[in-house]
């Protein structure tokens, strides 16, 4: 079982920055791809960034592309996003995601999920 805990949420006005955090409470943290997800009011959750366990590779939705960085800290057991140049359209419950079945890009492909961090962008 992982435990996961994000922080790091909050209003920001467009243009401007946050990073969020997200804490695994397994010590094997480093076998796991982690992912970022969000999900908009009366939206489906979707997809934002991924970055797998072993070789550090890391894939973004096109939204995000050039504008969020994922990265990670094992030491920690942690994985962060970066989110810079922050849009209205990136408002939503941002879910960080860990999985021990190889990356994915999809809900389905992970098995334990943190419980949410709001992230509200003001134009």
Partial sequence: QV????????????????????VAS????????????????????GFVAVINWNDGRTYYADS????????????KNTVYLQMNSLKPEDTAVYYCAATNRGISTGTGGYDYWGQGTQVTVSS
């Fill in 3 to 22: 435990q996961l805990v994000e922080s790091g949420g909050g209003l920001v006005q467009a243009g401007g920055s946050l990073r969020l955090s997200c």
């Fill in 26 to 45: 397994r010590r094997t943290f480093s076998s796991y791809t982690m992912a970022w997800f969000r999900q908009a009011p009366e939206k489906e959750r």
């Fill in 64 to 75: 995000v592309k050039g504008r969020f960085t994922i990265s990670r800290d094992n030491a």
